[in-house]
């Protein structure tokens, strides 16, 4: 079984502190993830369908609701903006692939850059939510709304340990201490340390379950920095995970 280091050690959650806060005061970073809602992407000055690959065009018009489209378009232009504010190009620059490990095909699977190869690059949507993730290490995000905990609580037993278990029931809250876990469990999906079938085998109970504060918080799951926030605003848990220290960036920084 796969265990989480214990950020509720103090040192190590000093340490996490100091690393998102030199990062912030100089303004540099080497892993980078937002949040923001589908309709604000689409006001981006930068955005546009014209950012989109002929595959991706194709992609959005198969959706049945114009609501799904639209979260589609949005986690493919802001994915592109990280990107982007993290290499220091134009979002019109880069070209975004994707690839299925399982089928081989490129309309769906693990996002990538083909013309930067050292760049990781993560999306998540929800309904009305999309969330991305750049990294110069392999990076994963998700993001789920938080009124969807009660419901993804019902797959609690087949996905978690029975240390996380007894953390969830315990708590004041348990569908939004369910929701924080699986927000985690999916960034590390994205990010390649786990499958779905392999949740219930990853133990993230050495994880506070609560923001300090609302947030954000970074902890550590063995070699790889954890870093966990609420996005208020639009009712939303986010998680990202990384080699690197992700930091937060507002869209309108982007």
Known sequence: M????????????????DAASATAATGAADAIAT???????????????HLLTAVEKERAARFRYESGRVDFTAGHI??????????????????????????GKGDHGKPYLPDHPGISVSLSHTKGVVAAAAGHRPIGVDVELVDRGGTLLDVAPRVLTEGELRQVRAHADPAR??????VRKEALIKVGRTTLDGLAAVDLSGLPLDLPG?????????DLELLDWADEPHGAAVAAVCGLPPRVVELSAL
């Open 214 to 222: 609302g947030g954000p918080l970074l902890g550590r799951f063995e």
């Open 35 to 49: 949040v923001a809602a589908s309709a604000d992407v689409l006001r981006h000055p930068e955005a546009g369908e």
């Open 2 to 17: 796969t265990s989480a280091g214990k950020t509720s050690d103090a040192t190590d959650v000093t340490a996490a502190t």
């Open 177 to 182: 201490a369910f929701l924080r876990l699986w």
């Open 78 to 103: 802001l994915v592109r903006l990280c990107a982007a504010r993290l290499l220091g190009v134009p979002a019109a620059s880069l070209t975004l692939a994707q690839h299925c490990p399982d089928c």
